[in-house]
């Protein structure tokens, strides 16, 4: 239980310039391997999707799965510690530091640097999730929906999942022989 | 103690706390009007400040309410403020894992993870595009975030390493730069 705090509130604190999920997929299923990849995309899609901040859903989905019903909240409590301290701290020093153009700079990379770390995992995990054409093609429909043409998330990410979860119960025959 | 800021603050943000999808982008332009326009418990440049001061600072931006909620009223403010908004939903995702845990899905649950698993990846790079093509750090953005998939990609390097690259490489521009002279 003392490495569920240690590595959520690790996680946590080091989460700058977003690409939180990019960091609990390298810590938690490629270095620790506490969960599969596949369990985590679920939950990944799940957390999205649900009301909620993505980062505290999956360390739920996380948590639950090390030690249930303690592990959940203990994960979701060690997420949020760090930062609502810090961002308490950040607030009080604000004025002085607002324009301070190294600071904007900073924040810059570090955020450059976060994107690479969200899109490793999404080139890693593609390969995963993408295990035919038809969910490769589902996949590629959701970013262009989302991240080019800049539609809802919810409608989107729904009607989408909803096909390829029709396609996965009826018509995907692979796993069969 | 019904007119107390905190109980205000609930009521203010537990209702939002149900529409906080995707990120909690969805809810902003609600939380300035409710808490600038309608209570007062901020100016809009205090706002603006606060938006800015989240996105920076590590965790959700979703903590912006915890923010807010110190400025109208101290630290009972802040914890009612953050309680209102994170416990709901928590409670919620608590119950569909337990649910798919306790294969409440039964035998679908691997093909609804299957079908999920492509729109998840797909919201994943949907997400890193936006900010890529928003955030205005130029060509050296896309140099620092294609080196850091390079180093993650290839090694097994702790994340930190390009995080304080890409700051460093960001800080070294600014020092190389005609305009900080």
């Given at each position: 239980?003392?490495d569920?705090?240690?590595?959520?509130?690790?996680i946590?604190i080091?989460?700058?310039?977003?690409?939180?999920?990019?960091?609990m997929?390298?810590?938690?299923v490629?270095?620790?391997?506490?969960?599969?990849?596949?369990?985590f995309l679920?939950g990944?899609?799940?957390?999205r999707?649900?009301?909620?901040p993505?980062?505290v859903?999956?360390?739920?989905?996380?948590?639950?799965r090390?030690?249930?019903?303690?592990?959940?909240?203990?994960?979701?409590?060690?997420?949020?510690?760090?930062?609502?301290?810090?961002?308490l701290i950040?607030?009080?020093?604000?004025?002085?530091?607002?324009h301070?153009?190294?600071v904007?700079?900073l924040?810059?990379?570090?955020?450059a640097?976060?994107?690479?770390?969200?899109?490793?995992?999404?080139?890693k995990?593609?390969?995963?999730?993408a295990r035919?054409?038809?969910?490769?093609?589902?996949?590629?429909?959701?970013f262009?929906?989302?991240?080019?043409?800049h539609q809802?998330?919810?409608?989107?990410?729904?009607?989408?999942?909803?096909?390829?979860?029709?396609?996965?119960?009826?018509l995907?025959?692979?796993?069969?022989? | 103690m019904?007119?107390?800021v905190?109980?205000?603050?609930l009521r203010?943000?537990?209702?939002?706390?149900?529409?906080?999808?995707?990120?909690?982008?969805?809810?902003?332009?609600?939380i300035?009007r409710?808490?600038?326009s309608?209570?007062?418990?901020l100016t809009?440049?205090?706002?603006?400040?606060?938006?800015?001061?989240?996105?920076?600072?590590?965790?959700p931006?979703?903590?912006?309410?915890?923010?807010?909620?110190?400025?109208?009223?101290?630290i009972?403010?802040?914890?009612?403020?953050?309680?209102?908004i994170?416990?709901p939903?928590?409670?919620?995702?608590?119950?569909l894992?337990?649910?798919?845990?306790?294969?409440?899905?039964?035998?679908?649950?691997?093909?609804l993870a299957?079908?999920?698993?492509?729109?998840s990846?797909?919201?994943?790079?949907?997400?890193?595009?936006?900010?890529l093509?928003?955030?205005?750090?130029?060509v050296?953005?896309?140099?620092v975030?294609?080196a850091?998939?390079?180093?993650?990609m290839?090694?097994?390097v702790?994340p930190?390493?390009?995080?304080?690259?890409?700051?460093l490489?960001?800080?070294?521009?600014?020092l190389l730069?005609?305009?900080?002279?």
């Amino acid at each position: 239980m003392r490495d569920v705090w240690r590595v959520f509130g690790t996680i946590g604190i080091s989460s700058f310039g977003g690409g939180l999920s990019g960091w609990m997929f390298r810590e938690i299923v490629e270095r620790l391997r506490w969960i599969s990849p596949e369990e985590f995309l679920a939950g990944l899609a799940l957390a999205r999707t649900m009301p909620g901040p993505n980062v505290v859903n999956l360390a739920i989905w996380i948590g639950y799965r090390l030690r249930r019903t303690r592990g959940a909240i203990v994960a979701a409590f060690a997420v949020l510690a760090g930062p609502l301290v810090l961002i308490l701290i950040l607030a009080t020093v604000y004025e002085r530091i607002k324009h301070s153009i190294t600071v904007h700079q900073l924040l810059m990379g570090v955020t450059a640097a976060a994107l690479g770390l969200s899109l490793s995992v999404g080139i890693k995990s593609f390969q995963a999730a993408a295990r035919s054409p038809f969910y490769a093609t589902m996949a590629v429909l959701t970013f262009i929906g989302v991240g080019v043409l800049h539609q809802p998330l919810l409608p989107i990410a729904c009607t989408l999942a909803a096909v390829s979860v029709a396609w996965a119960f009826f018509l995907d025959r692979s796993d069969e022989r | 103690m019904k007119d107390s800021v905190w109980w205000q603050l609930l009521r203010v943000f537990l209702p939002l706390s149900f529409l906080t999808i995707g990120g909690g982008q969805s809810i902003l332009a609600d939380i300035q009007r409710e808490t600038v326009s309608v209570h007062h418990w901020l100016t809009d440049a205090q706002f603006v400040d606060d938006f800015a001061i989240s996105r920076a600072s590590a965790g959700p931006n979703t903590l912006i309410v915890t923010l807010i909620g110190w400025q109208a009223g101290g630290i009972a403010g802040a914890v009612a403020a953050t309680a209102a908004i994170f416990v709901p939903p928590a409670i919620l995702f608590y119950v569909l894992t337990r649910l798919w845990r306790m294969n409440a899905f039964g035998r679908w649950r691997d093909r609804l993870a299957r079908g999920l698993a492509p729109v998840s990846v797909g919201l994943v790079f949907a997400g890193t595009y936006s900010v890529l093509t928003t955030e205005g750090g130029g060509v050296l953005s896309w140099i620092v975030t294609a080196a850091s998939v390079m180093l993650l990609m290839t090694t097994k390097v702790h994340p930190l390493l390009p995080l304080a690259g890409g700051a460093l490489i960001f800080l070294g521009k600014l020092l190389l730069s005609p305009l900080s002279a």
